[in-house]
């Protein structure tokens, strides 16, 4: 089985969220993907992407989305299970 690593970067402006997060999926690196908004200030709003991808995947992510010039920091680590075997980001789960 694949190890899955997330990953997590903002950007400034929904519409440069939302082309990045275009690109990753274009480009087949993201098994998931979300898109919050986690702070606005002087009109402008920063977006928190934060994506699903195979370990094998995550560097070249990572390098698209250095690329892309837009994005801040990038936080990459490894999804982890509870003792349920859910991953730790899945709302809800049972």
Do not use: C, N
């Not at 990953?7 to 990753?24: D, N, Q, S, Y």
């Amino acid at each position: 089985m694949a190890e899955f690593i997330e990953v997590r970067t903002t950007v400034e402006g929904h519409e440069k969220a939302a082309a990045l997060a275009h690109e990753i999926l274009g480009a087949g690196l993201a098994t998931s993907i979300d898109i919050d908004e986690v702070s606005s200030s002087a009109g402008t709003a920063r977006w928190q992407l934060t994506l699903i991808t195979t370990g094998v995947q995550a560097p070249e992510m990572e390098e698209l989305i250095r690329a892309s010039g837009d994005a801040g920091p990038i936080d990459s680590r490894p999804v982890t299970h509870d003792i349920d075997s859910y991953p730790d980001w899945l709302p809800d789960h049972p």
